[in-house]
């Protein structure tokens, strides 16, 4: 009887797990399900190829969002900026303007949510504090103007340590992030954060979110080991050698289910 008694408790037990697991699962897809993103930003989150005008082979974290029940309209392209001295869709403002233009004559849903992800690209290619700066605001002014009512979801970028040859990129993107703008000649990626959190909060009537890129996973773009699992191989080159930026599939299903998370608790909250 006590044997009896302890298979239907352990059964009991068991039944309670998996359904406090299917819980989770089904809640954290179900507050993602039916919700609307649009998605400004640089390579991280692109997902067409541009050269060849057709549907990038790789998948990127976007696909975590669609996994979970969301709608996207992914607008990002690489090597995109946030300054304004990129023309068209090599700006994020141009990426919001033609999103904006075009689910305006009906050709694209209006989103819920506008993510926006990027910073790198200004960094790799010279662009002024000023001049990024100023191409942030510029997306604030466009959002007042045409979507007031957009929640934003601002991901900092994360920290990047490239591992090519090229030295205008090794040396200003490579180690920039250490060191606090204006202390050191360049733009880098904490000045980049601030400029975002400031921007946002001189616009109050635009409700922005914010989510910590360095805290989204524990992928160390400095270690060797998580280069060879999570850079290597990145856009389905098995031969190359990752260089801190840019994510193989596993490196994106990472970021995108830390992300999912994120966007779970905002939504909830």
């Given at each position: 009887m ?6 239907i408790?352990?059964l ?9 697991q299917?819980t989770?699962?089904?809640k954290?897809?179900s507050?993602?399900d039916g ?7 640089d ?23 669609r996994?979970?029940?969301a ?5 990002a392209?690489?090597g ?14 141009g990426?919001?303007?033609?999103y904006?233009d075009a689910?305006e004559?009906?050709y694209?849903?209006k ?14 290619n010279?662009m ?14 466009i959002l007042?103007?045409r ?8 991901i900092?970028?994360p920290?990047?340590?490239?591992r090519?040859?090229n030295?205008k990129r090794?040396?200003i993107v ?14 880098n ?9 400031e921007?946002a909060?001189?616009y ?5 979110y914010?989510?910590?890129g360095?805290?989204l996973t ?5 270690n060797?080991?998580h280069?060879?699992?999570y850079?290597?191989?990145a ?8 260089d ?5 599939s596993l490196g994106?299903?990472k970021?995108?289910t ?12």
């Open positions: 006590k044997k009896i008694l302890s298979i408790l352990s009991t037990v068991l039944f309670s797990v998996i359904f406090f299917n989770i699962q089904v954290a897809s507050l993602l919700k609307k993103f649009a998605i400004i930003g390579s991280l989150s692109s997902e067409w190829n541009y050269d060849t005008n057709s549907p990038a082979s790789y998948s990127t974290w976007v696909t975590e969002l996994k979970n029940g709608q996207t309209t992914n607008w392209r690489g995109a900026t946030f300054s304004n001295k990129m023309n068209g869709n090599l700006s994020l403002s990426q919001l303007t033609d904006l689910a004559k009906g694209y849903f989103a819920d949510y506008l993510i926006i992800l990027a910073g790198g690209n200004d960094i790799a010279g002024s504090a000023e001049s990024t700066r100023d191409g942030i605001e510029n997306i604030y002014k007042k103007q979507w007031p009512n957009v929640k934003v979801i601002n900092l970028s920290t990047m340590a490239w090519d040859e030295a090794k040396n490579g180690t920039s992030f250490e060191k606090v703008y204006p202390e050191y000649p360049y733009l990626l904490p000045y980049i954060r601030n400029s975002v959190l921007v909060n001189k109050p009537s635009i409700k922005s914010t989510i910590e360095n805290k524990d992928i160390d773009p400095l060797i080991d280069i060879q699992l850079y290597k191989g856009f389905n080159n098995s031969n190359e050698v990752g801190g930026v840019h994510l193989n994106h299903f970021l995108g830390a992300i999912v998370e994120k966007l779970v608790n905002i939504l909830n909250s």
